[in-house]
């Protein structure tokens, strides 16, 4: 339902913008869902780096305000993480969620390595 794409391998301080298509998700769920940016980096837990509310309401991780932005595009069903100043901190496997606020339905990207040098 959810490809993830634009990861890759780069150096510190460059930019990458992952985006998340969805499939098969009408736009009414989409539109009428949270969206969301997690990442897991080898022996860490899941974190969530990004959400853009069904409102629009933006919130962030800590360690990544000022530097990345999350938006959206409900016509074309995707979900965009721009990431600026990329630190070797940020190496990880970045997923995308689609939770549907008014119900059950909820979907995972398959996740895009990003791996940044220093």
């Known amino acids: 339902q959810l490809q993830a794409s634009g990861g890759g391998l780069v150096q510190a301080g460059v930019s990458l913008r992952l985006s998340c298509a969805s499939s098969?998700?009408?736009?009414?769920?989409?539109?009428?869902?949270?969206l969301a940016w997690y990442r897991q980096a080898p022996g860490k837990e899941r974190e969530l780096v990004a959400i853009i509310y069904s409102g629009g309401t933006t919130n962030y991780a800590d360690s990544v305000k000022g530097r990345f932005t999350i938006s959206k595009d409900n016509g074309k069903r995707t979900v965009y993480l721009q990431m600026n100043s990329l630190k070797a901190e940020d190496t990880a496997v970045y997923y995308c969620?689609?939770?549907?606020?008014?119900?059950?339905?909820?979907?995972w990207g398959q996740g895009t390595q990003v791996t940044v040098s220093s």
């Open positions: 098969g998700i009408i736009l009414s769920v989409f539109s009428g869902s949270n």
């Open positions: 969620n689609v939770q549907y606020v008014y119900g059950s339905a909820n979907y």
